[in-house]
């Protein structure tokens, strides 16, 4: 009876943070359902373990495969379907840019046609003008049950990008993301910081000695950053580049690191590409000036830079900068204004979707970006 109890739990637990998971930009429900069930399950052997409840491996690793066989079964049916067709009103001026992207059938609509196109939403500019005509159009086609799409939000949830043109529109009735999730999850990293520096101590000494083999001097390098609020703080990292003597960066182009960096030593190429190197912030998480996920803090000479070039900059200090983030796992590692520019909108939409949700599909991909070493530089 645990055993079915617990696996039915475990179950309607996985569905239910593959369905949260699986609405963000860029994922395929597939990829989460394997993710999903494993970290449910897992969670429940730690239960029955910590309880010390009595419990059948077989059901329970039964109920396992056949949810994710079927859940697989399921997904190939759904994908096997054609895209979403959804019907666009030529008005306002992001227009041109949705119906660029991929996915999705995009359909004109001109409201003045008695005709309908058979479409399964309806996108437009619900902040623009419109004229009356077209505004109980749209009203009708709530009313017959489709659903209608302010035209600048659905490009944010099909690009997972958020491009600001005034602060309040990320808001959540303020400009500050909720505390009902940030204060515990502070809680949360700084003691998971504290169990993974004790679990990860003689790794930490081993990649220490053979930094100093490699290439001499400190294993550790330190630089100051900008963190949560707009603070400076040191972050640590393991050493990847030729000495230097702990110098900072005299200027933002010493600062900036570039395709193949002759800086950068033979065990650096492997930790960069690896992540390796961000493990030492940890310490950070555990100290509170960082959270395992978030935007990655710039160095303090460039985020001087990038704050004169890039409107809105400074609104990534919201919250606590992290060890890996949603600019992360889709762009990488990124330098010169443009490249931070569209980085920054991604951080914009993490900040916007601050969730636990996010979190949990921000780590998944972080551990397949450290396998296959995507956006290292």
């Known amino acids: 009876m645990n055993t079915f109890w ?16 699986g609405r963000y930009p860029g994922v395929e429900k597939a990829a989460a359902i394997i993710p999903g069930f494993s970290v449910t ?27 994710v066989v079927i859940f697989y079964l399921g997904y190939s049916h759904v994908s096997g379907r054609k895209d979403l067709t959804i019907g666009v009103l030529p008005s306002g001026t992001n227009t041109q840019e949705l119906m660029s992207l991929a996915g999705v059938r995009w359909v004109r609509i001109d409201p003045k046609n008695s005709y309908t196109p058979n479409v399964e939403a309806v996108t437009a500019d619900l902040k623009g003008d419109l004229p009356q005509t077209w505004e109980r159009w749209i009203a009708d086609v709530a009313l017959a049950g489709i659903p209608v799409y302010h035209t600048k939000h659905l490009i944010e949830s099909l690009t997972g990008r958020v491009e600001l043109e005034h602060l309040s529109e990320t808001s959540f009735g303020t400009l500050s993301p909720p505390s009902a999730y940030m204060v515990p999850k502070h809680a949360l990293d700084r003691v998971t910081a504290a169990v993974a520096l004790a679990i990860l101590a003689p790794l930490f000494l081993l990649i220490s000695a053979l930094i100093r083999i490699d290439s001499g001097g400190p294993a550790i390098f330190r630089q100051q950053r900008i963190g949560f609020r707009g603070k400076p703080f040191i972050v640590y990292k393991f050493r990847t580049m030729r000495n230097n003597g702990g110098n900072e960066p005299l200027n933002y182009e010493d600062a900036i690191t570039v395709d193949n960096d002759h800086r950068i030593t033979r065990l650096g190429k492997f930790l960069r590409r690896t992540r390796i190197d961000e493990l030492p912030q940890i ?95």
Request: no cysteine.
């Open 6 to 21: 617990g696996g039915a739990i475990a179950i309607a637990a996985g569905i239910f943070l593959i369905r949260n998971v």
């Open 283 to 377: 310490l950070n998480v555990l100290k509170g000036e960082m959270s395992w996920i978030g935007p990655r803090p710039e160095a303090a000479i460039l985020s001087g830079w990038y704050e004169e070039g890039i409107p809105f900059y400074r609104y990534r200090h919201i919250v606590r900068p992290g060890i890996t983030g949603w600019a992360q796992v889709f762009l990488g590692h990124v330098a010169d204004i443009d490249q931070v520019k569209s980085k920054l909108f991604y951080d914009f939409y993490y900040i916007k979707n601050f969730s636990l949700w996010i979190d949990i599909l921000i780590a998944v991909k972080t551990i397949r970006i450290m396998i296959s070493g995507y956006g290292s530089k």
């Open 41 to 67: 399950f897992g969670l429940l052997i730690t239960a029955f373990l910590v309880l010390r409840l009595d419990y059948s491996r077989w059901v329970l690793g039964g109920a396992y495969l056949s949810a």
